[in-house]
């Protein structure tokens, strides 16, 4: 990462990458594989192949899958998984679960419901660590959708950890994202406080042959009506563990494309390219700063802050005209 | 990149329902700091080659009680093979015979951990054994 732009390390980086992306766009699953690994470790070699990559995807239908810890995601993933291949539609899953804060190891264990498609090459399935990163996603999960969007999956379904109420990235990161409850979860008042349940564009009440799961369902539709007198998320029932209501589902997942919610200038998708073009800035930023002639500038603007000589604000504009005037020279 | 976790696969090939033992490894390979995918029980070689290829797994530890390793650990090993996967490192454990140790380790095992086994003794082998990362 510290080689120079162009040096022989990038050529090698790039040469790599046109590799995989070749062997992936071709149908080799462990390039994919190895992309996705690349993506997830933050690899120079996956910045060049998603350079490549990202043209190719925007074709592929993204739905977030999230919920409480429990409430049958994965299985739900599942059944979707088998409706989808009964159509002889293709299908991605990357399915994230969360780190240690305290060794950054992970059980990743959501395949353990998803273990019924070995062999069959139109469904492919990744686990992510989160690797410390909240909001329910990994920092690369929208990166790894976009790998698996570019090599032709039709849906990517992406499965949150379990969430709380207010891991609400899903949102930004999917075109259509499901919010799943499990019945007698929660009163009233729980369905109208601020965080998951209104970004959900479909609600569904898993494990729907439990008592309370008609009431539950019905709870939630009186209280999701939407702002300003718009419709609410619809609310759907299933019981993911047997199939009911799975084909209902995804129906509703479907008549989201067909209702537009797809569309390259459709507010999801535009609220995704600018989280992306943010993040890519802010990743660009902070490496910058790392630069050998920005890390001693950066030092004594932390070293002048922490001795309250200057603050905060005052030394962020100057290291932002620092970096600003380096890029100009760079470019001429 | 070279501190990004290694990433293992714990499965439990063939017909045996014992897997508190897997179960215990994985929460303990979870403490020393690697990612490990688990995939439960009852899982059929060509599950656990799907998984290793999907999951770009650095290792693979199976996890056998029933006495069928010498029929399903050389058939996972040639899988794996078949998938271009011979750089993934391949260990066994389980009730395993030291008689069949060697024929499993000439069809690919790298190492068979019977019981006893303290996790330490696993991560530290893992960490020494495991393909270099890209």
Redesign the interface.
Known sequence: MSSPAGGPAETRWTARATELCGAALSGDRRSLAKLLTAVENRTPVAEAALRRLYPLSGRAHLVGITGPPGAGKSTLVAALVGELRSAGRTVAVVAVDPSSPITGGAILGDRVRMQAYAGDRDVFIRSMAARGHAGGLASTTGAACSVLDAVGFEIVMIETVGTGQSEVEVAAAADTTVVLEAPEMGDEVQAIKAGLLEVADLVVVNKGDRPGAQRTASQLRAMLAGRRGQPGPAVLITTAATGAGVPELLAAIDARRAQGALDDDGATRLARAEAEVRGALADRIGRSLEDAAMAVASEAAVRAVAAHEVDPYTAADELLAGLIGSGRKDSK | ?TD??IKVLIAKPGLDGHDRGAKVL??G????????????LR??P??V???A????VDIVGLSILSGAHMTLVPRICQLLKA???SDVLVTAGGIIPDDDVPALKAAGVSAVFGPGTTIAEVATYFRANARPR?
């Open positions: 990149m990004r976790p994985a929460r390979l979870r403490d020393e700091g690697f990612e490990v995918v688990y995939t439960g899982q059929t060509e599950m080659a799907t998984a290829l999907q999951e770009d998938e271009g996967l890209e």
